[in-house]
């Protein structure tokens, strides 16, 4: 995305000489506006770099099954070759060494990796895309014989013409429906029959062990088109999806109203079989956005907390203050404090970080469960398990138990090092804060719940973060983070299908960050003082710090 985890902003400057020209900004229906390259074909008296050069710049243009990109190669290879074999995506503009008369190498750092079903991937570690291309003579002029699998393009070339989607999945209860990220390309129009083949191929690799899809086994589109006229986007479906339960039927309705409401215009969706329309259950043979709406996880709505001289306060119509009940911790000192999405349980962590409370209003002192490891801020997932980081891993507890108890959630590297996590608010998957070896990132991974908790699939969601101390939520395709850069810190916006990243400055001093969906960025400063986002800049709302939301 991904995320996105998916990057595609801030790309690398663009040569404006060469085989390949910018031309208009044009509509794609359906889906976004995006800069058509007109790729130059190759020219007599080529060198072999020309040609490598030429051969990968010509990859932007998917016209007649990349026709112009084929005139590059030689006859034998042009007929084989796959440009539909996955997306190998390079930073900057690569660099070119012939180190023979007919080997031409080149090299580029990695950027992102995109599957032949258009699932991309962050690599962990840094990486370098290095082909070495082979060139020979066909009637005097060089053409490349051994073109890679797949496309190998620029990172500005992905941001000219690609575009990622989400596609939605409902969780195992079938109560709300989460988000995968594909990308698709924008020239070759078809985004819906597209979005829709997505979902029938099923949710990512990463995704899969904690969602499911409603769509019965074998279910296909009966015709390769799915139409979308008057805001209707009419999906036919084969024979099989006669098979799914009512429950499952309203399901894979919103599956598809979900995802395919990404583009512009469509409100409703029908499902076509044979020559009837599907009965959607009480919905009847249409969904309409409303409807499919209420697969949508609702954010918790009450007030952040903080912590004032140890104690929990919280945040209420921008200002802090003292709660109106005691939240349970009577006597107890605080270094962090969260509410969970109803506000009826509140998770602490001790002065010196090395024990979980578990405080309710009304109850005049918290459980207090000793962790002896440093521990980081908890966090509440809709379940109402609480989640928190310490020097042994990542740990769960369920604050509904008769008698809670820490576990240990199991499924990560051993290699990597986790610091902060943070739930999403579909309790499907996670951001982390990490380390390996090599680097530090901000990743994701899927929740998987059974009779042990397990996270899977743990992927690097960017490249341009940086050095990120605090995390959260904006909604469930778009992250906060507060980083460093160099000796100062802003909070920024980085969005999971586009990747792109919008600063949004911070007060002076920024340490902890609160975020929920649709509510105002919280940030606490090392002076003790807590801010709020608002369209004039940072607010001061009152001393306090580590400011936290419901969930």
């Known amino acids: 995305m991904a995320g996105i985890c998916v990057g595609f902003a801030g790309c690398a400057g663009v040569p404006t000489t060469g085989p390949v020209q910018q031309g208009e900004e044009v509509e794609v229906s359906g889906a976004d506006t995006f800069v058509r390259v007109i ?12 040609v490598v050069r030429g051969f990968l710049a ?38 070119f060494d012939q180190i023979a008369p007919t080997d031409v190498s080149f090299f580029a750092p990695t950027y992102l990796l995109i599957d032949d079903l258009g699932r991309p991937s962050v690599p962990t570690a840094t990486t370098f895309s290095v082909f070495d291309f082979r060139v020979e003579q066909i009637d005097g002029q060089w053409r490349v014989n051994n073109p890679p699998t797949g496309l190998l393009i620029s990172r500005g070339d992905l941001t000219r013409s690609y575009r990622g989607f989400a596609l939605w999945f409902p969780d195992p ?26 979902l029938l ?68 969706v029908e499902v076509v079989v044979g020559a ?29 907390s903080a912590i004032a001289r140890e104690k929990p306060v919280v945040i209420s119509d921008g200002v802090v203050r003292a709660p109106t009940e005691p939240l349970g911790f009577a006597g107890a000192k605080l270094s962090a404090v969260a509410p969970s999405f109803d506000s009826t349980v509140y998770a602490g962590v001790s002065a010196d970080r090395q024990q979980l409370l578990l405080g309710r209003p009304g109850t005049p002192r918290p459980l207090r469960l000793d962790f002896d490891q440093l521990l980081s801020s908890p966090r509440f997932d809709r379940f109402g398990w609480v989640w928190v980081v310490g020097a042994r891993g ?21 290699e990597v090092l986790v610091s902060s996590v943070v739930p999403s608010i579909d309790g499907v998957r996670v951001l982390l804060r990490a380390q390996s070896e090599t680097a530090s990132f901000v990743a994701l991974a899927a929740i998987r719940r059974g009779e042990e908790l397990e996270l899977t699939g743990l992927h690097r969601i960017d490249r341009d973060l940086g050095s990120v101390i605090s995390t959260g939520w904006a909604d469930a395709n778009r992250i906060v983070a507060l980083r460093e850069t160099g000796l100062d810190r802003e909070a920024v916006s980085f969005d999971l299908l586009s990747g792109q990243t919008i600063s949004l400055g911070a007060p002076p001093s920024s340490s902890t960050l ?8 919280l940030i606490g400063s090392d002076a003790n003082e807590i801010f709020q986002q608002s369209s004039s800049g940072w607010q001061p709302v009152g001393a306090a710090t580590a400011p936290i939301y419901p969930g």
């Open 39 to 50: 790729a130059r074909p190759p020219t007599e008296g080529l060198s072999p770099v020309d």
């Open 58 to 95: 010509s990859q932007s243009s998917r016209e007649n099954n990349f026709a112009m990109a084929r005139q590059y190669l030689t006859p034998d290879a042009a007929a084989s070759w796959n440009p539909a074999g996955g997306i190998e995506v390079f930073d900057g503009a690569g660099s």
């Open 173 to 198: 209860t079938g109560e709300v429906l989460v988000p995968d990220t594909t990308v698709l390309p924008l020239a070759t129009g078809g985004i819906a029959t597209s979005l829709t083949q997505g």
């Open 201 to 268: 191929v099923g949710p990512s690799k990463w995704l899969a062990p904690a969602v499911r899809s409603a769509f019965p086994v074998n279910t296909s589109l009966s015709l390769d088109a799915v139409t979308v006229e008057d805001g209707v986007a009419r999906v036919p479906l084969s024979s099989a999806v006669l098979s799914a339960s009512e429950r499952d039927r309203k399901l894979l309705a919103a599956q598809l109203g979900k995802t395919l409401s990404a583009i512009t215009g469509v409100s409703s």
């Open 276 to 304: 009837q329309l599907l009965q959607l259950g009480d919905w009847g043979e249409s969904v309409e956005t409303s409807e499919w709406a209420q697969f949508q996880a609702s954010p918790p709505e009450g007030d952040a």
């Open 394 to 414: 990542v740990w769960a507890i369920n604050s509904g138990a008769s008698n809670p108890e820490p576990k240990l959630v199991g499924g990560l590297p051993a």
């Open 514 to 521: 609160g975020a929920s969906v649709g509510r105002s960025i």
